[in-house]
């Protein structure tokens, strides 16, 4: 057993002052105690939070940040960053892959994110033939997340089609594309790597309605063991999508969705962007997680998401980094809340009417939740039981200096872009220590290497 000591941390009945956490062997949280005088661990400074975890990453676009920022012959939109995307992607090796999320993880620790829900689509090598290993790409992203220490749910993409009605895939598809037995393939061999970690999970991901069919999808859902596992997918990202659904089906995609399929706890709908009344209340009470991207929807110029209405029906929700252009939960956030300010034109939009005052501890406690559920791991909550994965916040920064208990958090999302996390921990596992990771200096190195090499073939 480790015992850690914090001056303060917010627990699940609220704020509380030197908070001694227990943690045994396997990274569980065995015990919480508070007002411990003297500490009888080792002492941390500052603030402990529970870790938040990203719903939604797609490691491989993190070293095209910022290469699609220009304009082309005609109106820019999702689609041309697409077409963008489809290129430079088209490019990376295994041992690049690997390289760039183990980079990224190492940001997204260092910022506050415990874990990492990887929609990994990248599955073939660059003619669309599979690896020795057909689980190759989605296990270099699982060892990546090994290196850095970020707790992984990994979840191999099943993409099948381009479009609506099965269509065949197009030719910057090809690494991408399976069909149902050598997707199982890979999700078994993920499995059986995954098996007796306790820091990772293993999901299924449909890319999206338009790439997949129902009797696939039905397929894959129905295999021995996928019961349980948690389902993300795409959906009413773009009005395209929605508009090319409706032809298709008669129905808009979150319509179709949960008129075909049960829509539980274990599914996570990202994006959910262009939905009506009646499928955001649906949503809200199926008991799934609204997987919330907020940068890379703006980057996109996906659209807004209905936040308050969706949130005044109760419904879930998580954050994620999708593109990776941002890596920080407080931008996330932030922008969650901006864009209903915007829209509403009025301020501390997304708290419940009759709710608590602190749009911060509100957006901050529901992201955790919602992302807990969505991951598949028993995170979100500093208590017995639950994965020590938990982040601490120096309030010796100028920024936190006379803040205490929502106030904190408050500050630390809506005060500017100062990375104000200090000591992260997985699984009890210290992975940051004072805003520094062991292996960031090695890693950074590779990362700046593998760029210049994709540079270069541009």
């Known amino acids: 057993m480790q015992i850690l000591h914090f001056d303060r941390g917010l627990l699940p009945g609220g704020w509380a002052h030197n908070v001694d956490i227990t943690i045994d062997p396997q990274g569980d949280i065995a015990d919480v105690a508070i007002d411990v005088t003297g500490g009888r661990g080792t002492r941390i400074s500052g603030c402990v939070l529970p870790g938040m975890p990203n719903v939604h990453s797609h490691a491989h676009q993190r070293a095209m940040a910022g290469l699609a920022e220009y304009s082309g012959p005609g109106a820019d939109s999702f689609w041309s960053w697409r077409r963008v995307m489809y290129d430079y992607v088209n490019r990376l090796t295994p041992p690049q892959l690997e390289v ?8 997204m620790l260092k910022s506050g994110y415990t874990s990492v829900v990887e929609f990994q689509y990248l599955h073939h090598d660059e003619n669309g033939a599979s690896y020795p290993n057909p689980a190759e790409m989605s296990m270099r992203a699982c060892a990546a997340a090994h290196t850095a220490g970020i707790g992984m749910t990994m979840l191999p993409v099943l993409y099948c089609y381009s479009d ?19 997707y199982l393939a890979i999700l078994n061999a993920l499995v059986d790597c995954a098996s007796g970690d306790p820091d990772a999970q293993v999901g299924i991901a449909p890319h999206s309605l338009r790439a997949v069919s129902r009797d696939v999808l039905e397929t894959v859902l129905d295999q021995p063991g996928n019961a349980t596992r948690p389902v993300h997918i795409h959906i009413a990202e773009q009005t395209r999508e929605v508009d090319a659904c409706k032809r298709w089906s008669g129905q808009s995609p979150v319509q179709w969705l949960m008129s075909n399929f049960d829509i539980d706890h274990r599914w996570c709908l990202i994006h959910a962007t262009h939905m009506d009344s009646t499928e955001i209340k649906g949503l809200a009470e199926s008991g799934a997680v609204a997987g919330l991207c907020p940068t890379t929807e703006a980057n996109l110029g996906d659209g807004i998401f209905a936040a308050r209405d969706y949130f005044s029906a109760g419904g879930l929700f998580g954050i994620g980094s999708d593109s990776n252009i941002s890596v920080s939960p407080v931008e996330e956030l932030r922008w969650l809340e901006y864009g209903q300010r915007l829209m509403q034109r009025a301020r501390n939009v997304l ?4 709710g608590r005052p602190s749009t911060g501890r509100f957006l901050f406690e529901g992201a955790i939740a919602g992302g807990a559920r969505a991951s598949g791991r028993k995170t979100g909550r500093i208590e017995s039981g639950y994965r ?12 936190l200096h006379a803040r205490t208990g929502d106030t904190l958090i408050d500050s630390w999302i809506f005060s500017g872009n100062a990375n104000l996390v200090s000591d992260v921990f997985v699984g009890g596992r210290q992975v940051v220590e004072n805003g520094n990771h062991a292996m960031q200096d090695t890693i950074a190195a590779e990362f700046n290497n593998t760029l210049s090499t994709l540079a270069a073939d541009l």
């Open 164 to 182: 609506f009605d099965q269509q065949s895939p197009q030719s910057g598809q090809r690494r991408f594309v399976n069909n149902v037995d050598s």
């Open 351 to 354: 708290v419940p009417e009759g």
């Open 388 to 399: 020590a994965d938990l982040i601490t916040l120096d309030i010796r920064h100028p920024l």
């Open 100 to 107: 760039i999320a183990a980079q990224l993880y190492i940001d």
